[in-house]
């Protein structure tokens, strides 16, 4: 990895909020001394990740689990996959933090404390499911631009926070209300202050939803730095770029939100399937709102190896943007045939749904699992590649772990 050129980009004062406690002195340091501890950035420390975690991009940090790293019920930070598009705020005084509220259909703009939202609204805490919308991209062809994610941008913790429609009623807004968009702390990579890495949000009835919340908490703890500390949107079962980090304004819309990243292909697909590689009009471009079905073998690892005679307890979990998923199968002869597995019930709406496996191998060899999901809409995981988009987004093919019986 290029470390050294991540040192030069970044500066220290970033590296300093990488590591949550500030360098006393640090303008005195000579020019061109770098403190010891930050000679060599390690990510897995910087941001307290299992170092099985795998870096996709330094600048700015991205990072995705290995299906097998997922396998607790509820997302541990350590696992939890990094999606940053700028910079990650520096100096962060949650004492000062405040969240300011505008926007066209915004009775009157009003800020509040991060104090303000603690004490005087009531939290809520939902398991959520968070998907990166380019989750899976690494496998369409033609390739598509940008991190090249496996598996692994996804997580499902727990959040705590107020709702965002109590804070939406406190702060009055009009009926021409049909869009709250997000603005965040980060900075963009160019450096310009005037400009967002990225700013986007969710209609008006998503934003309504009980589960959709302001969270201050991940896990019964703040929320970690580089997953949105002090305070962060979150929408579950809608691509996690929906739910913005380092929160601290809220635009209330009279039309779709037009910040950062909302337009052109950016977190779009095509309204209708294409041909792979076929060239889209950006009106025939639409949103992505609630994720597809899916699923993901958490255990055995890929490649794992067992006795002959023995079963093997396979696990993982389903889930299904704003459904619910209803049936789970798996099969071991590439799809010719399913048996069904144990599907628990999710925790909450929009939670992911664990499932589970015993299974019988007739003979000594190389077997492949694959599993699929169906919701409750009746729509299943395709068993290869779904549609082909431009940017890649919303591959939710059957996941596979190679066996071998001997
Ligand atoms: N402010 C801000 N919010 C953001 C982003 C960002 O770059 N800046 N990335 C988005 C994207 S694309 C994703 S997939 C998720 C990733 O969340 P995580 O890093 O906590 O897993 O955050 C979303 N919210
Ligand atoms: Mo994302």
């Given at each position: 990895?290029?470390?050294?050129?991540?040192?030069?980009?970044?500066?220290?004062?970033?590296?300093?909020?990488?590591?949550?406690?500030?360098?006393?002195?640090?303008?005195?340091?000579?020019?061109?001394?770098?403190?010891?501890?930050?000679?060599d950035?390690?990510p897995?420390?910087?941001?307290?990740?299992?170092?099985?975690?795998?870096?996709?991009?330094?600048?700015?940090?991205?990072?995705?689990?290995?299906?097998h790293?997922?396998?607790d019920?509820?997302?541990?930070?350590?696992?939890?996959?990094?999606?940053n598009?700028?910079?990650?705020?520096?100096?962060?005084?949650?004492?000062?933090?405040?969240?300011?509220?505008?926007?066209?259909?915004?009775?009157?703009?009003?800020?509040?404390?991060?104090?303000?939202?603690?004490?005087?609204?009531?939290?809520?805490?939902y398991?959520?499911t968070?998907e990166?919308?380019?989750?899976?991209?690494?496998?369409?062809?033609?390739?598509?631009?940008?991190?090249?994610?496996?598996?692994?941008?996804?997580?499902?913790?727990?959040?705590?926070?107020?709702?965002?429609?109590?804070?939406?009623?406190?702060?009055?807004?009009?009926?021409k209300?049909?869009?709250?968009?997000?603005?965040?702390?980060?900075?963009?990579?160019?450096?310009?202050?005037?400009?967002?890495?990225?700013s986007?949000?969710?209609?008006?009835?998503?934003?309504?939803?009980?589960?959709?919340?302001?969270?201050?908490?991940?896990?019964?703890k703040?929320?970690p730095?580089?997953?949105?500390?002090?305070?962060?949107?979150?929408?579950?079962?809608?691509?996690?770029?929906?739910?913005?980090?380092?929160?601290?304004?809220?635009?209330?819309?009279?039309r779709?939100?037009?910040?950062?990243?909302?337009?052109?292909?950016?977190?779009?697909?095509?309204?209708?399937?294409?041909?792979?590689?076929?060239?889209?009009?950006?009106?025939?471009?639409?949103?992505?709102?609630?994720?597809?079905?899916?699923?993901?073998?958490?255990?055995?690892?890929?490649?794992a190896?067992?006795?002959?005679?023995?079963?093997?307890?396979?696990?993982?979990?389903?889930?299904?943007?704003?459904?619910?998923?209803?049936?789970?199968?798996?099969?071991?002869?590439?799809?010719?045939?399913?048996?069904?597995?144990?599907?628990?019930?999710?925790?909450?709406?929009?939670?992911?749904q664990?499932?589970?496996?015993?299974?019988?191998?007739?003979?000594?060899?190389?077997?492949?699992?694959?599993?699929?999901?169906?919701?409750?809409?009746?729509?299943?995981?395709?068993?290869?590649?779904?549609?082909?988009?431009?940017?890649g987004?919303?591959?939710?093919?059957?996941?596979?772990?190679?066996?071998?019986?001997?």
């Amino acid at each position: 990895m290029k470390r050294r050129n991540f040192i030069a980009g970044a500066g220290l004062a970033s590296l300093a909020a990488g590591l949550g406690v500030e360098i006393v002195y640090g303008s005195l340091l000579p020019e061109g001394v770098v403190p010891l501890v930050l000679q060599d950035p390690d990510p897995f420390k910087l941001f307290d990740k299992d170092t099985q975690m795998v870096v996709l991009n330094e600048r700015p940090w991205n990072m995705e689990a290995q299906a097998h790293l997922l396998d607790d019920k509820v997302t541990p930070g350590r696992v939890m996959f990094i999606r940053n598009n700028g910079l990650i705020p520096q100096d962060i005084d949650p004492s000062k933090w405040v969240l300011e509220i505008k926007g066209e259909a915004v009775k009157k703009p009003k800020t509040y404390t991060l104090q303000d939202l603690k004490t005087n609204f009531k939290a809520h805490t939902y398991q959520l499911t968070l998907e990166c919308g380019g989750n899976g991209r690494s496998e369409f062809n033609p390739p598509a631009k940008g991190n090249q994610w496996t598996v692994g941008a996804v997580s499902c913790a727990n959040w705590t926070g107020l709702r965002l429609r109590d804070l939406l009623k406190d702060v009055g807004i009009s009926e021409k209300a049909v869009y709250i968009g997000y603005h965040g702390a980060d900075i963009h990579l160019s450096g310009d202050a005037a400009k967002e890495p990225i700013s986007r949000g969710v209609p008006l009835e998503k934003a309504m939803q009980d589960e959709t919340l302001l969270a201050y908490q991940m896990n019964g703890k703040d929320i970690p730095l580089a997953h949105g500390f002090p305070l962060r949107l979150v929408a579950g079962g809608w691509p996690a770029s929906a739910s913005g980090k380092w929160l601290n304004g809220l635009s209330i819309r009279d039309r779709v939100h037009d910040g950062a990243k909302m337009g052109g292909s950016s977190y779009r697909v095509p309204c209708e399937t294409v041909a792979p590689g076929e060239k889209v009009a950006p009106e025939d471009m639409c949103i992505i709102e609630s994720m597809p079905v899916k699923s993901l073998i958490t255990y055995p690892k890929s490649g794992a190896r067992i006795k002959e005679g023995r079963r093997l307890i396979i696990r993982g979990h389903a889930w299904s943007g704003e459904q619910r998923v209803s049936k789970m199968q798996y099969s071991i002869d590439f799809g010719s045939s399913w048996k069904s597995c144990s599907l628990e019930d999710p925790v909450n709406r929009l939670a992911w749904q664990h499932f589970s496996a015993s299974i019988d191998f007739p003979k000594k060899g190389y077997y492949e699992v694959w599993a699929r999901a169906t919701n409750d809409k009746g729509e299943s995981q395709p068993m290869v590649l779904p549609g082909w988009n431009p940017k890649g987004y919303l591959n939710n093919a059957c996941h596979r772990i190679a066996i071998k019986v001997v």
